[in-house]
């Protein structure tokens, strides 16, 4: 059992491994940018990066960068972690980005208490180790505890 109260820093799990399709979001995140592919074809975001739209299935796929700010769609509190040594409470949410794609990630700079599904976010970029900026979401506006 961890201590209470929030975690010192975000949760890390294992590392995210850059793949053939998705270096161009890592790379991005290395330079604290957020990239999302869009369709040509059908003008929707993908992501998770992928090869091919999943919505009209072309492969004329192009990398974007995203303001990074949002809404929280949903999310939940961990409280109880599946990885060892991880530090918790912790939030986990599905961002909402403005461009109306959706992303996965952690909410941090905030107590798990205040974190509220609709809340405005914007991106941040954690450096978990040399070379690896993990994309995770803040309050877009300051937060007392
Ligand atoms: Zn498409």
């Known amino acids: 059992m961890t201590a209470a109260g929030p975690a010192a820093e975000p949760p890390f799990g294992p590392l995210p491994q850059s793949t053939a399709v998705s270096e161009v979001h890592w790379g991005a995140a290395k330079i604290e940018r957020l990239a999302v592919q869009r369709c040509d074809q059908c003008q929707r975001y993908v992501f998770n990066p992928a090869t091919t739209c999943p919505y009209c299935l072309s492969a004329d796929l192009t990398w974007r960068t995203s303001s990074g700010r949002g809404v929280i769609h949903t999310m939940t509190t961990v409280h109880r972690t599946p990885t060892p040594g991880v530090g918790t409470?912790?939030?986990?949410?599905?961002?909402?980005?403005?461009?109306?794609?959706?992303?996965?990630?952690?909410?941090?700079d905030c107590p798990p208490e205040r974190v509220s599904i609709g809340m405005p976010v914007t991106v941040t970029f954690w450096p978990a180790a040399p070379g690896i900026?993990?994309?995770?979401?803040?309050?877009?506006?300051e937060v007392s505890s």
């Open 89 to 108: 409470p912790y939030v986990v949410a599905v961002i909402e980005l403005e461009e109306g794609w959706y992303m996965l990630s952690n909410i941090i």
């Open 133 to 141: 900026g993990l994309p995770l979401f803040k309050p877009a506006t």
